[in-house]
């Protein structure tokens, strides 16, 4: 085949995979992506900030809508960067040896309105709509890149049309959807991380941490950051353990 008749097919070839995608992601809906079943953990606003994230922690849930049920609104997420962000706060106002103390004079209503919101915490006008098709998803992830990990997504609710919470999706939810139904129009997936540029790939970008540094300062780098998770290394670079923002697995049963 001559050079410019494969340039050709290439091109096409290329369409076709885009198309087939754009096609998927405009005919189905944010509500398609929610799990059959699962639960929703909402949060009231009323609850001290130590106890939300003692029911993150028993839910393993690493975020979850905060409800003002007294003015019946929707007021963000909350995620574990605000508990980073607290427990960050509580060490410069000198309250560090008696953090749960402090923290528990705050109340979700606080955290949330008060409070500058951390990396990674997306504003409470930021939201879904249930028959948002995915391509208004991945929009809206996108211009709120830098601050929206997870999403609620909001419904009306019968003749009042009051608005109501049925499940929040994140982009690693979109991307296993789009993954498990797309896979042999991804040919992105066939490419190596540092041709895509995904994540904070190369020395330039890369924060690390070593096992001797202070939790305060992995903290801080993590705040300073936006990130969620930092690699822990030794002396020569090598990798030993992550310290991440994520709630973890339970333990194998004995």
């Known amino acids: 085949m ?7 097919a290439e091109s096409a070839a290329e369409g076709d995979h885009r198309a087939s995608i754009f096609d998927f992601f405009r005919s ?3 509500y398609d992506m929610l799990p059959e079943s699962g639960r929703i953990v909402l949060l009231d606003a009323r609850i001290s900030v130590p106890a939300a994230f003692s029911i993150l922690a028993a839910n393993e849930q690493v975020s979850a809508p905060v409800w003002d049920s007294n003015a019946d609104r929707y007021l ?6 605000d508990l980073v962000e607290q427990l960050l706060q509580c060490s410069q106002e000198g309250n560090g040896e008696d953090c749960q103390a402090a923290l528990s004079g705050r109340d979700l209503k606080y955290l949330m309105t008060e409070c500058k919101r951390p990396l990674g915490c997306p504003d409470a006008t930021v939201d879904l709509r249930a028959d948002d098709d995915l391509m ?3 929009r809206t992830f996108i211009r709120h890149d830098s601050e929206s990990a997870v999403l609620p997504v909001m419904d009306k609710e019968g003749t009042t049309q009051q608005q109501c919470l049925v499940g929040q999706v994140s982009r690693l939810l979109l991307f296993r ?3 498990c139904n797309q896979e042999a129009y991804l040919r992105t997936l066939k ?3 540092e041709d895509v540029g995904i994540g904070t790939h190369g020395k330039e970008k890369l924060v690390v941490a070593r ?9 801080t780098l993590m705040s300073q950051n936006g990130i969620s998770g930092i690699p822990i290394v030794d002396d020569q670079g090598r990798l030993l353990d992550i310290y991440s923002d994520m709630v973890p697995p339970p333990p194998p049963p004995p």
């Open 211 to 219: 096992s001797s540094d202070s939790v305060l300062h992995v903290m």
């Open 191 to 193: 490419g190596t991380l």
């Open 28 to 30: 189905h809906n944010a």
């Open 136 to 138: 208004g998803v991945l």
């Open 76 to 81: 963000g997420m909350v995620t574990p960067m």
């Open 177 to 179: 959807f789009l993954y």
């Open 2 to 8: 001559a050079s410019g008749a494969l340039a050709a």
